[in-house]
């Protein structure tokens, strides 16, 4: 739909210019067996980016990389809070080349630089956005170089009336998910993280939506092994629906967000009967939400929203 659709608006760029960017889209299929969204041109990407930096303008047609474009001229910017070197974040290697040099497209000690796009590509010695320009070299406010992981508990139960019975919108029963508001944007989300080094992903979704849908960093030690019961009670299982890059605002051309994402869902609504949502960490809210195709979310999440709804039967 995506491919048809932006080929359609380019069609007066010429036929070339239409056959670069489904060379683009297609080089980066995902590996066999991983599930992912559709590929889509990212637009998040290319916004204005946090505090107010420019980007340079990149229009649709000159995302792609296999696009010749000798006028790209990108914003080069990285947060002062990331060159003071904190222990999340790599080294500026543009200006001072570390002693042990980073091993990209591989696992890096405990630093995963692999992607779930495949092997990308390793450009004037940095990694290259595998989905395009973006208007912007550094790494801006991520840490990594390359792919930078996270993952994303999408958390669903069905939306129930007061006599306990599904509520229903075009026929279909109405789900609801419990997204967090962020502090940073103010924006709506999935209540997911940031995947630390040498960590497996069960365990930061685990950890994540402890933190910020529940509040586990300020519970007493009591509080917190309840919180981790129920936490492990609700995460057993899981429907893993996409790993892949998302289009995130904090991108550049050379580091980038990826994640993967599970849906943990409660069909009877039990398992959420004893839980107590209590914003924590960076959230500034915390609610149940209904699932619809009107939600504003950040970056990529209403994509992974929809693949929920598709997966349940949902309305949408």
Known sequence: EFLSSYTRRM????????????????????????????????????????????RFHVPDDKVPWLVDWPEYQPVDYTAPSVLKGPVWADPDIRTTPPE???????????????SHMGDYVIAGGVPRNPAGRTGMVGRGLLGRWGPNHAADPIVTRWKRDAAG???MREGK????????????????????GMVDPGEAVSRTLKREFGEEAMNS?????????????????????????????????????????????FNFHDDTGEAFSKVQLCAGD????????????DLHLYASHIHFIQEVAKLRNAAW
């Open 282 to 293: 960076d959230a500034g809210a915390v609610a149940w939400t209904d699932i619809c195709s």
């Open 173 to 192: 029963p109405v789900l609801e998910f419990v997204a967090i508001k962020r502090t940073d944007t103010g924006d709506w989300a999935i209540p997911g």
């Open 100 to 114: 042990k040099p980073l091993k990209f497209n591989s696992l890096d000690g405990k630093v995963d630089r692999q």
């Open 11 to 54: 069609s007066k760029k010429g036929v070339a210019s239409n056959l670069l960017l489904l060379s683009h889209l297609f080089s980066r299929l995902p590996p066999s067996g991983i599930q992912m969204a559709s590929v889509r041109l990212h637009t998040k990407a290319r916004q204005e980016y946090r505090g107010g930096v420019k």
């Open 165 to 167: 019975s599904k509520v």
């Open 217 to 261: 960093l300020e519970a007493s030690e009591a509080e917190k092994k309840e919180i981790e019961k129920h936490i492990n009670q609700l995460f057993e299982g899981g429907t893993k629906l996409y790993a892949g890059y998302v289009d995130d605002p904090r991108n550049t051309d050379n580091s980038w967000m990826e994640t993967v994402a």
